[in-house]
């Protein structure tokens, strides 16, 4: 963030101070609530993490809920029920979505009002191509610039998701973040962080089809890449993952992102994280991926 | 549309004006209502014949013009303050008359009996106006001894002042940035002086204060909310006059007379604090001093009868500076400086002209300016940076006004006007420094750019007493706005009306507004960094219908004035920022960080108001909801606006205990403000192909947007003020105030922190506990 709040508070605080006075003022305890946050694809089993809410003065840690009856709900049918695995996390390695399309969540558990959700897993989106063209910076780093290209469907709103992973040759491999001016790519994103900060470096971005609806596009991104020396295993190929996410599941990552952005700015309005949870909070989103692996 | 309104007002302008040619057996009285010792002309004195119930009331300069037929008449005159004068006539030929009248100095003069012949409140067509007399203003309690012009306006019903101590001004449902205010006909953008705890006005150059909160005249366009009209003093034309005033934080003079003879006049006025300066000796190598100044200045000359030119100057400003030494060794040394800056200059040239004794005109030029500016320089051996952001609107305008009065049936008023905009939306600058090696690293970061704009607009109004009962103030205001490639034009209807039954006036308004420019502000604090931007093809200009119904009546023999109105107003195209978006984003551009949306007023004001006599004052009380919808905020459910105060109490007293003593006192309440707390935390996600990554606890929960009410404000001040009379005239007046006499700990902000047992606790902080102070404003 920017300095010039800082001295602008400053300012204010010279003002102020001598003024001020600090007391507690009452606030009504908050009545906990479940917290499910599941994300949900075709290729993954089920998986359901559930917790309670906190009231914002209690300094204890977030309590998860092992007790809770977990449904998974196709229409009217009850498809699968996920068992508890551990911490919170409720998982069915033996069932996983077997198709695009709807699906229900129904979390009941004692002393919680039975919490559902619903939402969709939208159709993959292909990679066509990708083409990458890299330049030596250093003894062992490289940018290399990806050109990314897919055919957007034209009959709905559409939602991305990018990641890229390098692989090595020992089996290890690297989640990078990368930077990019990509309009539909800096219109989703927040990561800059004031007007000196011009790299433009973001975490697996997210995008929409605002820009390009029902086309072809090519996606632009670049990635500062650091190789080992002599004797570290060797970087391969790049695995490009692009996900086709749900519209909850772009407003929900959009907006914890911007809450965690805006968290220690006085001046920004507060961020109000999306949920899609009936009776709780949380989030339950559907994706498919597509992948594309390419050399080094 | 536009065609059409312009044709109207050439109907106006040209067919209408021979009407003012003289009627058979009618003759016009015409002329001026001034201030026998000062020569100010005095606005809205009332100027009729009791026996024919025949009137007129002054304009802004002083003008009347009152067309009766031939006969003896009793041509009276009153003005609050003064004694009423009573001449006899006899009309048979058109008169033209300067009228003098003897302000009724100090208390136990005549006083009341001009309150029997002032015009009362069920006489005028127009609801929701309030007058605020300087004198009143100057008696009431204030912060730290200053007299602040916006703080007493936050003592009547339907204007809140937002947070502690501030003087930003909240009506009926508005924000800050839908009030017009007008100095010496400028609009003033910024009207506040440190971060908003003294307005820019100073008490001792101000002439009148007018506020106007619904029903507008169509004269008035531009904002939705409310037209606040602050005249400056002309400037004594009969001899040399000076006062001033020393407080605990500031002090202020004012001088002004006559140049050369009495056909001219000049004011000039000015304040500044001193804190800076009483502290900058007791500072080491580091610095830090705020301080702001004021000046206002007017000068008049009358060429002739018919001919007046006034120019009018304010200047203001506010600066903050800062400067920090760290020393590591010899020849080692690192500075840190820099400063805020901002403030307004504003200018009016205004020429009245008189073409005929029923037709006044005045030609107005405008100049209006705000910019804020923030410099931040280091410097370590030879290497310096200087980051720079600034921001500000530039106003240049033009206008014409008319006042055709062509019998006592009707007072017509029509005009044109264009402005000229710039916008600077911020901008922001850096250049780095390295030995003689200086580089600008980017002249402007923000794309933001300037911005240029026009605005024309035409009205025309009628204030038509159509019969004895029914009066109607009816106009239309035209507006169109230029903006890059986009034109918005509007035609906004007006209309109020007065009926009686009895002694009681039943009264009604109509009117649409359209405001095309937007303030950007979310710190609710009326900040220096609150940008002004205009209305552009993505954001749309603002727009309010309100509507209002009321009763008034006079009483206990006309010293009371009552009234109660309910308003109910739709705003839309206002703007907010986006949830997360701050001003300081300044990778933006300024469009992508504000949503639209539309907002809801609706509300119940009673007011009970004395005006004059020994005790004066008011009780005012206001029920009111107000809420906004924006379709990115709060998932598109209505929300309270931040300032919706349901219930809101004012009561303010002045008491003359003896003719050297008067005391006073205010009481506020306000339901507290509606504000946003995070209620929970709870664990999120962020997953990745490989993994489901919970993360817990730091995300937090907010049951919706200003669902939280902070604790009720409520406050008693009190103030003595001790007059000192020299040969009959008061030659200096102490003043003791007292700010929050019974020391509530109002709340200013809320935060969650720890309290005195280190618990997480929701505090409050509150900043003005029991503040007494003292001050002397003396006269020669």
Known sequence: MSKTPMYILLALCFVLSSCEKSLDVELPEHEPLLVVNSFFATDRAWEVHVSQSRDILDRGEIEVIEDAVVEIWQGSEMVTEVPYFNSGLYRNPLAQPTEPGEWKLKVSAPGFTTVEAVDTIPPAIPIRSISTEKRQLGSFSYEVDFEINFDDPNDSDNFYRLEIFGHFSDGSYWDYGMQSNDPAIRQSNFENDGPFDTDNFVYRPLFNDVLFNGSDYTLDVTLDVWIGGAGQPELQFFRVYLHSVSEAYYNYIQTIRLQDRSRDNPFAEPVFIFQNVENGLGIFAGYSSSEFNISF | ?780
Do not use: C
């Not at chain 2, 040619?21 to 004195?45: C, H, K, M, P, W």
């Not at chain 2, 014949?49 to 003008?63: I, K, M, V």
């Not at chain 2, 009926?499 to 710190?523: P, S």
């Not at chain 2, 105060?645 to 003359?656: E, G, L, M, P």
């Open chain 2, 1 to 780: 549309m536009i065609k059409r309104t312009i044709a109207a007002f050439l109907f106006v302008v040209f067919v209408m004006s021979p009407l003012g040619a003289q009627q058979s057996g009618n003759f016009t009285i015409s002329g001026y209502v001034q201030d026998q010792e000062s020569g100010e002309r005095l606005i809205g004195a009332n100027v009729f014949d009791p026996d024919q119930q025949l009137g007129t009331t002054t304009n802004t300069y002083g003008f009347f013009s009152l067309t009766l037929p031939a006969g003896s008449l009793r041509l009276t005159v009153a003005y609050v303050g003064y004694r009423s004068s009573i001449s006899e006539l006899s009309l048979d030929r058109d008169l033209q008359l300067t009228i003098s009248l003897q302000p009724a100095a100090v208390a136990g003069d005549t006083i009341e009996v001009v309150g029997e012949i002032i015009e009362q409140i069920e006489e005028r067509s127009q609801m929701s106006v309030i007058d605020l007399p300087v004198l009143q203003i100057r008696s009431l309690p204030s912060l730290l001894g200053e007299v602040d012009v916006l703080k007493t306006l936050q003592l009547l019903p339907g204007v809140l002042s937002g947070n502690e101590g501030t003087s930003g001004l909240y009506i009926r449902g508005g924000g800050p940035d839908q009030n017009l205010i007008l100095l010496d006909d400028a609009p003033v953008y910024n009207a506040s002086h440190l971060f908003g705890f003294f307005s820019v006005f100073n008490a001792d150059a101000t002439k009148t204060v007018r506020l106007t909160k619904g029903g507008f005249p169509a004269r008035f366009g531009g904002r939705l909310s409310s037209v606040l009209e602050i005249n400056l003093k002309e400037g004594n034309n009969q001899e040399f006059k000076g006062h001033g005033a020393v407080g605990l934080i500031a002090s202020r003079l004012t001088l002004e007379g006559p140049l050369g003879s009495d056909k001219t006049a000049f004011i000039i006025s000015g304040r500044r604090t001193y804190a800076d300066i009483i502290a900058r000796p007791f500072m080491g190598e580091d610095i830090i001093g705020y301080y702001f100044y004021d000046l206002n200045a007017k000068i008049n000359h009358t060429f002739s009868p018919k001919n007046r030119l006034y120019l009018s100057i304010y200047n203001g400003d506010d600066k903050f500076n800062f400067e920090n030494r760290d020393s590591f060794g010899p020849g080692e040394e690192r500075k840190e400086s820099g400063g805020i800056n901002w403030g307004n200059i504003t200018s009016t040239l205004r020429w009245n002209h008189l073409f005929s004794n029923k037709l006044f005109a005045n030609t107005t030029l405008i100049f209006s300016r705000y910019r804020f500016e923030v410099e931040i320089e280091n410097e370590e051996n030879d290497f310096r940076e200087q980051a720079r952001y600034f921001s500000g609107i530039r106003d240049i305008s033009g206008k014409i006004d008319f006042d055709y009065i062509p019998n006592p049936r009707h007072h017509i008023r029509y005009g044109i006007s264009a402005v000229h905009h710039t916008f600077e939306p911020g901008a922001f600058q850096v250049v780095a420094e390295e030995g003689s090696d200086l580089t600008l690293l980017d002249s402007v970061l923000t794309p933001s750019a300037q911005i240029e704009a026009s605005e024309f607009s035409a009205y025309l109004e009628d204030d038509w007493d159509i019969t004895s009962r029914l009066k109607a103030n009816i106009g239309i205001h035209s507006s169109l706005f230029q903006v890059g490639s986009a034109s918005y034009q509007s035609i906004q209807p007006r209309l109020s009306a007065r009926f009686l039954v009895g002694d009681w006036a039943f009264k009604g308004a109509f009117a649409t507004m359209r405001q095309n420019i937007h303030l950007l502000t979310n710190a609710g604090l009326g900040m220096p960094t609150d940008l002004w931007v205009p209305a552009t093809p993505r954001v749309l200009p603002q727009e309010s219908v309100q509507y209002g119904l009321g009763i008034a009546r006079s009483l206990a023999d006309k010293k009371f004035e009552f009234s109660v109105e309910g308003y109910y107003k739709t705003m839309d195209n206002l703007i907010e920022y986006r949830e997360g978006a701050a001003f300081l984003d300044l990778e933006e551009d300024w469009q992508d960080k504000v949503t639209s949306g539309s907002g809801e007023s609706y509300g119940l004001e009673v007011f009970l108001q004395k005006k004059h006599g020994r005790t004066t004052g008011w009780l005012g009380y206001s029920l009111a909801e107000t809420n906004r919808k924006f379709p990115d905020v709060n998932f598109g459910e209505e929300f309270p606006y931040r300032y919706d105060r349901r219930h809101d109490v004012k009561i303010a007293v002045s008491h003359q205990l003896q003719d050297h003593l008067e005391i006073s006192s205010t009481w506020v309440y306000g339901t507290g403000n509606a504000i946003t707390l995070a209620r929970a935390t709870f664990t999120d996600t962020e997953p990745t192909i490989n993994n489901i990554n919970i993360f817990s606890g730091t995300t937090e929960y907010y049951d919706g947007r200003n669902s939280f009410r902070a604790p009720a404000y409520h406050r008693l001040d009190i103030a003595l003020r001790y007059h000192r009379v020299v040969d009959g005239e008061r030659s200096g007046t102490l003043s003791l105030s007292i700010y929050n006499a019974y020391n509530r700990y109002n709340p200013y902000f809320l935060y969650f922190g720890e309290n005195d047992d280190n618990e997480p606790a929701l505090r409050q902080v509150s900043l003005f506990p029991i503040i007494p102070s003292l001050s002397y404003s003396f006269h020669f």
